[in-house]
């Protein structure tokens, strides 16, 4: 249904009835003595631990996504699952480590809280700070200081495993020669120009065995048949009437939009102190020194000082000064915001002023177009109710001020009603015998559809696309001409041979990795060079040209070279990396098959409610 701002009081009542049900179970839900969602051996998992991990998953999320998600989407993603996954397992290791024997002492803990930035004051760590800070979030410092003493023996655990996994040297070596082995080729291009003969016309045999061998190329895809009413605000635009008051006090509303005062584009140079901005000016006005020269010894680029344009109120003390000064001319130095600073006039925007009488047309249709979305508001839960009453699409129409509508649709239609994205999402999803329902589009109408059928993948007959089909068989005739003449051009190519001895145009490309792109070439054309020997010569299919390739050379890495030993480091590390957390995985798994754990799913219910 579409989303309004008129009450449905039906729905009202549903909703309140939920929401007494939901009152009931948030005040009896969570206990404030509940404080553990279950255990993990013999260590308790917290509420707040799990609700931390919620919370930080969440805000992740949210981050991806650029907007806050609902915790209804996180649960959707299993955002919950993961988060309850991660505080488990690191309960487990906390018993595991505990199991083993493996603790720290109150040195360790307090050399940990010490480097803590929030409990960080003037002077270093600070006790009043720290407690403060633990007050905030609900914390003892018994169970804040048990919390980094666990941390820290988990970490060493965890270190314990991974710790003597070593770099696999030898795959470094073979991925940096593989990845940084060059070539150094000669190739050009073979095109229909390069012909010897032109290509004939597609024959009435070849149309059809064309079209015999590739009917996909003319199957029309599966087409929805849907019938449509819809309204929106353009189509009763001119129906809408617009006070000249109304008008005239939007123009008045936004008057800073049409009358914009004079301004000027500026740069301002800003100095630590007055006396070097006075000494900069003097070696200015002396002829010393150049504008750019100033910025460059501050070590800016025009770039950096450019204010853009501004008004005389924006530059406050040095408005006056700037306003009467020439193109080109600096004044100061004036006090800026920053700081004592030059400023450069580098050019005038005369005073810009739109008239009533000229921008009234656009305010006009503006604001006939609000109106025309409030009335379309306005009617739609009448419309709606037409609906619920049986009405048809066509019956919308003829009572409404709906317009009616029919479309054979595919994924590839977007004229008309089917350039909005809610209609296409509809089209797409819409079931035989569904009861409509109105749904909004972008700029404020709204539609209803109904799907009267489907009509399958269809082969056009081929008189109806002849021509489609003789163009077709045309460019593969083209193409397979140009490969050809392209093999009789290669056949002639020895290792020494100049291309342009055969009329070609070469290009000569040195120390092509697998990474590199070759314009004008083809994707595969990185795994032809890779499967070709030294003075090889090769016809690549570039769709309507063809590229003849020769391989001059091949060239091994420079393993001495800085960027390929940083390469082979970081393939070696990445290596290391990725066994050691697979190790470590098996043995956190193992850990967690073999410790009894026990969650409260009713008490994990009641967490989530809260969100």
Request: net charge negative; aromatic share 6%; hydrophobic share 45%.
């Amino acid at each position: 249904m579409a989303k309004k701002d008129k009450p449905r009081y039906g729905a009202w009542i549903i909703v309140g009835v939920i929401l007494v049900g939901l009152a009931g179970f948030g005040s009896g839900g969570l206990s404030g003595n509940i404080r553990n969602i279950g255990t993990v051996g013999e260590k308790e998992v917290s509420v707040a631990s799990y609700q931390r991990a919620l919370n930080d998953q969440i805000r992740a999320v949210s981050a991806q996504f650029g907007q806050q998600i609902t915790f209804q989407q996180a649960q959707a993603f299993g955002i919950d699952q993961l988060a309850l996954s991660q505080v488990v397992l690191l309960r487990t290791l906390d018993n595991e480590a505990d199991q083993l024997g493996i603790s720290v002492g109150d040195e360790r803990v307090f050399e940990r809280l010490r480097a803590i930035p929030s409990f960080q004051g003037s002077g270093g760590f600070n006790r009043e700070t720290y407690r403060l800070a633990l007050q905030q979030s609900g914390q003892s410092a018994a169970e804040f200081e048990a919390g980094i003493r666990e941390e820290t023996a988990r970490t060493l655990l965890q270190g314990a495993v991974v710790s003597g996994v070593p770099a696999p040297q030898a795959y470094a070596d073979a991925m940096v020669q593989y990845i940084s082995e060059s070539r150094d080729i000669t190739w050009a291009v073979v095109d229909a120009e390069d012909l010897t003969a032109p290509v004939p016309g597609a024959t009435e045999a070849a149309q059809q065995e064309y079209y015999d061998a590739n009917p996909a190329e003319f199957t029309l895809p599966e087409a929805r048949n849907i019938t449509y009413a819809w309204l929106t605000p353009t189509m009763i635009l001119d129906e809408m009437v617009v006070p000249d008051e109304a008008v005239e006090r939007l123009y008045n509303e936004r008057i800073a939009e049409f009358v914009q005062p004079e301004r000027r584009l500026v740069e301002r140079l800003v100095y630590l102190d007055a006396d070097r901005a006075e000494e900069a000016m003097a070696r200015l006005n002396a002829g010393e020194a150049t504008f750019e020269e100033l910025v460059a010894e501050r070590g800016l680029s025009l770039t950096d000082v450019d204010l853009g344009d501004v008004s005389k109120e924006d530059l406050r003390a040095a408005g006056d000064a700037v306003f009467a000064a020439d193109t080109g001319e600096v004044v100061g130095p004036f006090n800026s915001r920053l700081g004592p600073a030059l400023f450069r006039m580098n050019a005038v925007l005369s005073e810009q002023v739109t008239t009533l009488e000229e921008a009234t047309p656009d305010l006009r249709e503006e604001l006939a177009a609000d109106a025309a979305r409030d009335y379309i508001n306005d009617r739609t839960d009448a419309i709606i109710d037409l609906l619920a009453g049986g009405a048809s699409m066509a019956d919308l129409a003829e009572r409404t001020e709906m317009e009616l509508g029919s479309v054979n649709w595919t994924p590839d239609t977007i004229d008309g009603i089917a350039a909005y994205d809610a209609f296409r999402d509809a089209a797409a999803t819409v079931q035989e015998g569904a009861f409509p329902e109105i749904i909004d589009l972008a700029d404020g109408g709204i539609f209803a559809l109904t799907l009267d059928g489907i009509t399958p993948p269809t082969l056009q007959p081929l008189e109806d696309v002849r021509e489609a089909v003789a163009q077709a068989w045309e460019a593969q005739a083209r193409q397979e001409a140009i490969l050809a003449r392209a093999e009789e051009i290669a056949a002639d190519i020895l290792p020494l041979t100049g291309f342009d001895t055969l009329g070609l145009d070469p290009v000569i490309e040195q120390g092509l990795t697998r990474r590199s792109f070759v314009e004008g070439t083809p994707p595969n054309f990185n795994d032809v060079l890779f499967d070709m020997s030294i003075g090889e010569v090769r016809v690549v299919d570039a769709f309507d040209r063809a590229l003849i390739v020769r391989l001059d050379n091949i060239a091994a890495p420079d393993l001495t070279d800085p960027s390929v030993i940083a390469q082979r480091d970081a393939l070696a590390e990445n290596a290391r990396a990725g066994i050691a957390q697979d190790i470590f995985d098996a043995y956190a798994t193992s850990v967690q098959q073999r410790t009894e754990t026990s969650l409260n799913q009713q008490t994990i219910n009641a967490v989530n409610a809260q969100f």
